[in-house]
């Protein structure tokens, strides 16, 4: 059984790009180094695969003939309908890497797990930033607020903020979607 997310076979990276290929951007990065992966979308927003791609300023190559491409990305329904062109790239042995929704955030996850990216995690100063924003807003809650929203952060910083509430016997949820999702710390 797949995994989601996970390829069904090793992942194979080119240096040369196919000229039929759709290039996003790279900003100047240190990501330069990578090596250029050749994509096919099946099912999956072209568009919002380039956008993820040039966000994460990761050398991806779209590319519109599955022969042409390195890695298929699909989503979960095409896979579980074993849809043709799915089963053509699994019999030539290509990695199949499959999303369980169309968002942007299912994609920046395949591009990382694609190029092994590590999580981001915040500088020790902007941690200790993060820290005092949340040891405040427990303050707060402590001393009559019915709730305090933090503002929005990477997972390591709302981790963080959750970990603090709930050392301070303080109830917490993240609420809204990456870039603005944020911890909201409250009483039971």
Known sequence: MVQPGWPTAPA??????SPAAESAPLPDAPRSAMQS?????YGVARDRLMQSAKRMGVPAL???????ADVLVTLRSYYRDRQQAVMQAEHRGMPVYVLRAN????????????????????????????RNQ????????????????????????RRLQHELAREAELVS????????????IFRE
């Open 173 to 184: 949820h993240s609420y809204g979607k990456d870039p603005r999702r944020h911890v909201r």
């Open 62 to 68: 779209i590319v519109k003939d599955a022969g042409e």
């Open 134 to 157: 949340a040891q405040a807003a427990i303050a707060a809650v402590m001393n009559g607020e019915r709730w305090v929203d933090l503002p929005p952060g990477p997972a390591a910083a």
């Open 103 to 130: 968002t942007v955030s299912q994609m920046e996850q395949f591009l990382s797990d694609l190029f092994n990216l590590a999580e981001v995690v915040p500088a020790t100063s902007e941690m200790e930033l993060v």
């Open 37 to 41: 992966v050749r994509v096919f979308p």
């Open 12 to 17: 194979v990276q080119v240096d040369a790009p």
